[in-house]
């Protein structure tokens, strides 16, 4: 069974950052790439970053580009999404998932994430 377990989420103001943490446990993922997506209130789940865990490409969603920084650390099976200048539209519920092994390219398709974290809330005030 993978675990994936989120933490750093919080509130913080307009134009702040904040850095959460993904930890994956359990057996082997064997997935290309791990991904951060997001669900605001009222709204669809959202692509936010994707990052290989063996190059150095990432990919970032248009809302984000520029502002937020996905990294990993393989010796401790971590992903990390490093947020700054932080908005309102940024609040949402944030997950870290991992996609089916089958997809050998970035995964930005909610539907093509097989592993979910319980999500970690971060609130902008504006």
């Known amino acids: 069974q993978v675990q994936l377990v989120e933490a750093g989420g919080g509130v913080v103001q307009h134009g702040g950052s904040l850095r959460l943490s993904c930890v994956v446990s359990?057996?082997?993922?064997?997935?290309?790439?791990m991904g951060w997506l997001r669900q605001a209130p009222g709204k669809e789940r959202e692509f936010v970053a994707a990052?290989?865990?063996?190059?150095?490409?990432?990919y970032y969603g248009d809302s984000v580009e520029g502002r937020f920084t996905i990294s990993r650390d393989n010796a401790k099976n971590s992903v990390y999404l490093q947020m700054g200048s932080l908005q309102p539209e940024d609040t949402a519920v944030y997950y870290c998932?991992?996609?089916?092994?089958?997809?050998?390219?970035?995964?930005?398709?909610?539907?093509?994430?097989?592993?979910w974290g319980q999500g970690t809330q971060v609130t902008v005030s504006s």
């Open positions: 990052i290989s865990w063996t190059t150095s490409d990432t």
């Open positions: 359990g057996r082997t993922v064997t997935s290309y790439s």
């Open positions: 998932a991992a996609p089916n092994p089958v997809y050998t390219a970035l995964t930005i398709a909610e539907d093509e994430y097989d592993y």
